[in-house]
């Protein structure tokens, strides 16, 4: 990671300038707040400062402030003042754990899986602008996870292949996922149909996927195929710039697929199927702008969703990996 930025905890707190390059910003709470209630005051009077630096540098990292409790990590990410992005009324395949209304487990996949680079619910029609991250507790090895610039992906893919990103940007991307009748543990992504779509029987998950877009198919064991509308594969930023916002990495390298089915998880929006080539391609890219958050107990980070694709790296050992999530939209 770059070198760390740090700040003395003061209410009169200039938050320095960042330029694109400084990824993630480190701000550390060196000599500062010892309670809650000072870094929340803090947070609310410099929140202009600090929401400026996100937009430039995709990921702000908070070390060394007192958060220890989803409870206090709730009112942390509260004092940016984001619209509410709650885990029930999200679309997301991930099985989730709430542990406050807004804050939530980041993934109950088993450590052994690794969850590959994705815009969060960038595969659904709905999905939030801002993720907020807090480590309890970090993993005794691996764990990381891992941010990406899709900005700067895009930029090369409009250098190096621009005939493929203008194929993404005009027909954008169709997501096919197998969704279990019940929550499944052992999957990154196990969230059941029922919780996904927020209904209690068929008729209703196919009135919902109906008004949603998506077309579905019920299989022998009750799980649901469903296939989304065709979706942007292509996010225009406040700035102006473009970033590569969608979920190919993840889909590509990480989703399941029904056994001796033809269809893949993720194709272009008409259908066509995405040459193997083209996403190894994507994947060798997005390395090249990826670094790891290498957790320590306490801190939190703030993600821009549409400018940075995240992941998290398997874990092993003694200690448990608890990482929690609240999402936000931006307003």
């Given at each position: 990671?770059?070198?760390?930025?740090?700040?003395?905890?003061?209410?009169?707190?200039?938050?320095?300038?960042?330029?694109?390059?400084?990824?993630?910003?480190?701000?550390?709470?060196t000599t500062?707040?010892?309670?809650?209630?000072?870094?929340?005051?803090w947070?609310?009077?410099?929140?202009?400062?600090?929401?400026?630096?996100?937009?430039t540098?995709?990921?702000?990292?908070?070390?060394?402030?007192p958060?220890s409790?989803?409870?206090?990590?709730?009112?942390?990410?509260?004092?940016?003042?984001?619209g509410e992005f709650?885990?029930?009324?999200?679309?997301?395949?991930?099985?989730?754990?709430?542990?406050?209304?807004?804050?939530?487990?980041?993934?109950?996949?088993?450590?052994?899986?690794?969850?590959?680079?994705?815009?969060?619910?960038?595969?659904?029609?709905?999905?939030?602008?801002?993720?907020?991250?807090?480590?309890?507790?970090?993993?005794?090895?691996?764990?990381?996870?891992?941010?990406?610039?899709?900005?700067?992906?895009?930029?090369?893919?409009?250098?190096?292949?621009?005939?493929?990103?203008?194929?993404?940007?005009?027909?954008?991307?169709?997501?096919?996922t197998?969704?279990?009748?019940?929550?499944?543990l052992?999957?990154?992504?196990?969230?059941?149909?029922?919780?996904?779509?927020s209904?209690?029987?068929?008729?209703e998950?196919?009135?919902?996927?109906?008004?949603?877009?998506?077309?579905?198919k019920?299989?022998?064991?009750?799980?649901?195929?469903?296939?989304?509308?065709?979706l942007?594969?292509?996010?225009?930023?406040?700035?102006?710039?473009?970033?590569?916002?969608?979920?190919?990495?993840?889909?590509?390298r990480?989703?399941?697929?029904?056994?001796?089915?033809?269809?893949?998880p993720?194709?272009?929006?008409?259908?066509?199927?995405?040459?193997?080539?083209i996403?190894?391609?994507?994947?060798a890219?997005?390395?090249?702008?990826?670094?790891?958050?290498?957790?320590?107990?306490g801190?939190?980070?703030?993600?821009?969703?549409?400018?940075?694709?995240?992941?998290?790296?398997?874990?092993?050992?003694?200690?448990?990996?608890?990482?929690?999530v609240?999402?936000?939209?931006?307003?």
């Amino acid at each position: 990671m770059t070198p760390e930025i740090f700040v003395k905890a003061r209410s009169t707190l200039f938050i320095p300038s960042m330029t694109e390059n400084t990824f993630p910003n480190i701000i550390q709470n060196t000599t500062g707040f010892q309670s809650l209630t000072e870094t929340i005051n803090w947070l609310q009077a410099e929140s202009f400062d600090l929401k400026k630096n996100l937009s430039t540098s995709g990921v702000l990292l908070f070390r060394g402030f007192p958060v220890s409790s989803a409870e206090d990590f709730d009112s942390f990410s509260s004092a940016f003042n984001y619209g509410e992005f709650t885990y029930q009324e999200s679309l997301s395949n991930a099985v989730r754990i709430n542990k406050t209304p807004k804050v939530f487990t980041a993934n109950e996949a088993p450590a052994d899986v690794e969850i590959f680079l994705h815009h969060e619910m960038a595969q659904t029609p709905s999905y939030p602008e801002k993720i907020f991250f807090c480590c309890l507790s970090p993993a005794s090895k691996g764990g990381e996870t891992p941010v990406c610039r899709s900005d700067k992906v895009f930029n090369e893919l409009s250098e190096k292949h621009p005939k493929w990103l203008s194929k993404f940007e005009s027909l954008g991307l169709k997501y096919t996922t197998v969704m279990p009748p019940s929550d499944e543990l052992n999957s990154g992504q196990g969230r059941g149909w029922r919780s996904t779509l927020s209904v209690y029987d068929e008729k209703e998950a196919e009135e919902k996927l109906k008004a949603l877009g998506y077309s579905w198919k019920w299989l022998k064991d009750k799980s649901l195929l469903a296939t989304s509308p065709a979706l942007p594969a292509i996010s225009v930023l406040p700035d102006g710039s473009k970033s590569f916002f969608n979920q190919i990495i993840a889909a590509y390298r990480g989703w399941k697929t029904l056994e001796n089915s033809s269809v893949p998880p993720v194709t272009f929006g008409n259908g066509e199927f995405i040459e193997e080539n083209i996403l190894n391609s994507i994947v060798a890219i997005a390395s090249r702008f990826t670094t790891l958050l290498e957790w320590k107990t306490g801190d939190v980070a703030l993600v821009d969703n549409r400018r940075v694709m995240h992941g998290r790296h398997s874990y092993s050992g003694v200690n448990k990996r608890e990482v929690l999530v609240s999402l936000a939209r931006d307003s």
